[in-house]
């Protein structure tokens, strides 16, 4: 393992190219009124030349990151080839851990950047990898992204994409210029639960779609304990900053492919949101920290709880709720209801008219638990079918974050569009800024961007992949 360590590395590029040449555009025009360039290809369904082995950077090996690092090292026909991390201890583990994976034959020559809050820079110059994975703070990944597709790579970055509407924006123009997919790695969308509601939405069971809700309920307050290193010490300035839904996306992201948003058949329209008021997180501060530590200096701005509400092009809608304050059970709250009934989940339950065959009458009660049996039998998505009992050996989220990596090296290898495209990226992540605006408006409508420019319409819906 090369050990290339260079804080004196200073290279003070940022968005320059296709950034600086939007400076002037971003100004003056709406940028739903954009074509797309001649040199510009559209990534709705975009493929990318087959690869044998793909070569892989990692930037971002904490808790998340290192997870990934180690389920694409298991993957076959996967190089983990450079590892970057403010944390020299970090990217050691990380590093040792592929190469206990890959048993002498892969994974033999990583190289380590750390020290400095640039090496990854550095390490795109010289090690010019096929693709990077991106797991550190939200700041970073638009950045990040950006820079790493300029550098001839495919970008797979954590949740959100990006922060703001125009760092989404430039990874839009950034992904069709340089023609390299940017795929913010939702990994709910592989969840058990969420690909047997897909099929069975693609199926018709429950008619025509209406309405979703899809929350993230999810009491994160002891990161607050991490006051230097890890999560809390960066999250919790965004909790003090912003007001909105900063995380909108594992539930969204779902109940976005069951209604095929940005895939032919509709699409974003307009949001408002509220948030309750902020009292949680500056209640456990002083509960919790000396009254002159850093977290009792903030002025918390974010309300414990949003409530946004998404209205679509043809009139669908999608409620969202945020909580990652509040003592309460963890919930995904994913539901899908359309004439002919309703897919809930936390718990698991199914509603239809006329009832589920061989288990229930009618749609006055939620068939749930083992009655499910016939269900999971008609209906099981095919990937978990093939991939279900892997991944849950290989871990993550319950086996959904193996499923993720593994489809991505799948579709890298073979030449396939990815099950996330760049713009569904940006469209469920655009949430987080325009709920911001809504609820500092007063909950004032606001209108997504088309980061499609209207080629939504063209683009095929997620393959139900065998």
Request: with cysteine; aromatic share 8%; charged share 25%.
């Amino acid at each position: 393992m090369k050990n290339l360590n260079r804080r004196s590395f200073i290279k003070k590029t940022s968005l320059t190219g296709v950034a600086l040449s939007l400076g002037g555009i971003l100004n003056s025009y709406s940028k739903n009124e954009f074509v797309l360039e001649n040199n510009n290809q559209y990534m709705g369904d975009f493929t990318a030349p087959k690869m044998d082995v793909v070569r892989i950077a990692m930037i971002g090996v904490g808790s998340r990151g290192s997870g990934h690092t180690s389920r694409l090292a298991s993957i076959e026909g996967t190089e983990i080839v450079a590892i970057s991390d403010l944390y020299e201890d970090l990217t050691k583990h990380s590093a040792e851990k592929c190469v206990e994976i890959g048993k002498g034959k892969r994974h033999n020559n990583i190289s380590l950047y750390h020290g400095a809050e640039d090496s990854w820079r550095l390490m795109l110059e010289e090690v010019k990898p096929d693709a990077v994975f991106i797991s550190t703070n939200w700041n970073n990944h638009a950045i990040m992204a950006i820079e790493s597709m300029k550098k001839g790579a495919h970008a797979f970055v954590e949740v959100p994409i990006a922060v703001t509407l125009e760092e989404m924006w430039d990874i839009v123009f950034t992904s069709e210029q340089t023609q390299k997919h940017c795929m913010m790695m939702e990994n709910v969308n592989y969840g058990r639960e969420e690909l047997l509601y897909l099929n069975m939405c693609r199926q018709g069971v429950i008619g025509e779609l209406l309405h979703g809700e899809a929350s993230y309920i999810h009491e994160l307050r002891t990161q607050m304990r991490q006051e230097e290193r890890g999560t809390g010490s960066w999250r919790t300035h965004h909790y003090a900053k912003r007001n909105g839904n900063l995380y909108p996306t594992h539930g969204l992201g779902p109940v976005a492919q069951y209604m095929n948003l940005a895939r032919g058949e509709d699409n974003f329209n307009s949001l408002v949101s509220f948030s309750t008021p902020a009292l949680g997180r500056k209640d456990y501060a002083s509960k919790n920290f000396d009254k002159n530590h850093k977290w009792n200096a903030l002025d918390y701005k974010g309300g414990d709880l949003n409530t946004s509400i998404i209205k679509t092009n043809l009139g669908r809608t999608i409620m969202i709720q945020w909580d990652e304050t509040s003592p309460r059970p963890y919930s995904r709250h994913n539901l899908i209801q359309g004439t002919k009934g309703a897919l809930a989940g936390f718990p698991t339950r199914i509603a239809l008219e006329g009832g589920v065959e061989g288990v229930s009458e009618n749609h006055h009660s939620w068939v749930q638990g083992d009655a499910l049996a016939s269900i999971y039998e008609k209906y099981e998505h095919p990937l978990y079918k093939r991939l279900g009992a892997i991944s849950k050996k290989m871990g993550g989220h319950g086996g959904m974050d193996f499923m993720m990596l593994y489809r991505i090296i799948e579709c890298l290898r073979n030449g396939k569009p990815l099950d996330q495209n760049v713009y569904e990226g940006c469209f469920w992540s655009a949430v987080s800024p325009l709920s911001e605006r809504s609820v500092n408006q007063g909950g004032s409508p606001q209108s997504f961007p088309d980061f499609t420019r209207g080629k939504w319409k063209s683009t095929n819906p997620l393959e139900i992949i065998k």
